[in-house]
T-cell receptor, first 109, second 114 residues
Framework: DAKTTQPTSMDCAEGRAANLPCNHS???????VYWYRQIHSQGPQYIIH???NNETNEMASLIITEDRKSSTLILPHATLRDTAVYYC??????????FGKGTKLTVNP | DTGVSQNPRHKITKRGQNVTFRCDPI?????LYWYRQTLGQGPEFLTY????????KSRLLSDRFSAERPKGSFSTLEIQRTEQGDSAMYLC????????????FGPGTRLTVL
C-alpha cells in the first residue's frame, strides 16, 4: 500500500472549514484513499473514502486531485467535537489499514 | 447496530503472565481485525479474520500472540508470557458485506504490563 504524508498538526476556528491535506504520490490505480479520525481515548472512526471522484457524505467532503497524488479532507463547519487525530490511508487489495501518525486537528472556540 | 464491544476495557498484569482479550463484532459482520496502538502512534495491524478463517497475520504477531474466532462471531486475542513492550491499546474492528470499505472500531482494551 502506498505511503501517505500529512502535517503533524493543524488548528481551525470553530465554525470555519477545516481543510486537511494528504500526499500519496505513489498511489496505484486500484488503491482507494480513506480517512479515519480518532478522538482521544476512543477507537478510530471511518469518515469517508474515494477512488478518483470527489466524494461527500454527512461528515465531510473528500477532494482528490486529478493525478490522484494528493487529497484534501474538508470538514465544512468544524466544531469543538471535531478535535481529533485524522488519518489519511491508502489501501488497495489488502484488508489491513496502514495508519501513519496522522494530523492532530485542534478546533478552537 | 450495537457497535463493536471489547472486554475488558483495562487490564493490568505482571510481566510473564498470560492475558486474553475478547472482541464482539457488530452482528453479521464477517470480517474482524485486531490492531495495536502505542502512545503517540497510529494503530498497527495485527491480524484479520474472514468468518472463522485467519487470513492475514502481521510480522508483529510474535509466537506469544494468538488470535481465534472459533465460530465466526466473537474473537479472542491471547498474549502469553507478557512483556513490558506489550503495553498498548488493543483495538478490534469489524466490517460487513454491505459496507465493505468501512471498518468499525471498538473502544479498545488498554493493557499495562508491570
Amino acid at each position: 500500500d502506498a505511503k501517505t504524508t500529512q502535517p503533524t498538526s493543524m488548528d481551525c476556528a470553530e465554525g470555519r472549514a477545516a481543510n486537511l491535506p494528504c500526499n500519496h504520490s505513489t498511489i496505484s490505480g486500484n488503491e482507494y484513499v480513506y480517512w479515519y479520525r480518532q478522538i482521544h481515548s476512543q477507537g478510530p472512526q471511518y469518515i469517508i473514502h474515494g477512488l478518483k471522484n470527489n466524494e461527500t457524505n454527512e461528515m465531510a467532503s473528500l477532494i482528490i486531485t486529478e493525478d490522484r497524488k494528493s487529497s484534501t479532507l474538508i470538514l465544512p463547519h468544524a466544531t469543538l467535537r471535531d478535535t481529533a487525530v485524522y488519518y489519511c490511508i491508502v489501501r488497495g487489495g489488502s484488508e489491513k489499514l496502514v495508519f501513519g501518525k496522522g494530523t492532530k486537528l485542534t478546533v478552537n472556540p | 447496530d450495537t457497535g463493536v464491544s471489547q472486554n475488558p476495557r483495562h487490564k493490568i498484569t505482571k510481566r510473564g503472565q498470560n492475558v486474553t482479550f475478547r472482541c464482539d463484532p457488530i452482528s453479521e459482520h464477517n470480517r474482524l481485525y485486531w490492531y495495536r496502538q502505542t502512545l503517540g502512534q497510529g494503530p498497527e495491524f495485527l491480524t484479520y479474520f474472514q468468518n472463522e478463517a485467519q487470513l492475514e497475520k502481521s510480522r508483529l504477531l510474535s509466537d506469544r500472540f494468538s488470535a481465534e474466532r472459533p465460530k465466526g462471531s466473537f474473537s479472542t486475542l491471547e498474549i502469553q508470557r507478557t512483556e513490558q513492550g506489550d503495553s498498548a491499546m488493543y483495538l478490534c474492528a469489524s466490517s460487513g458485506r454491505d459496507r465493505v470499505h468501512e471498518q468499525f472500531f471498538g473502544p479498545g482494551t488498554r493493557l499495562t504490563v508491570l
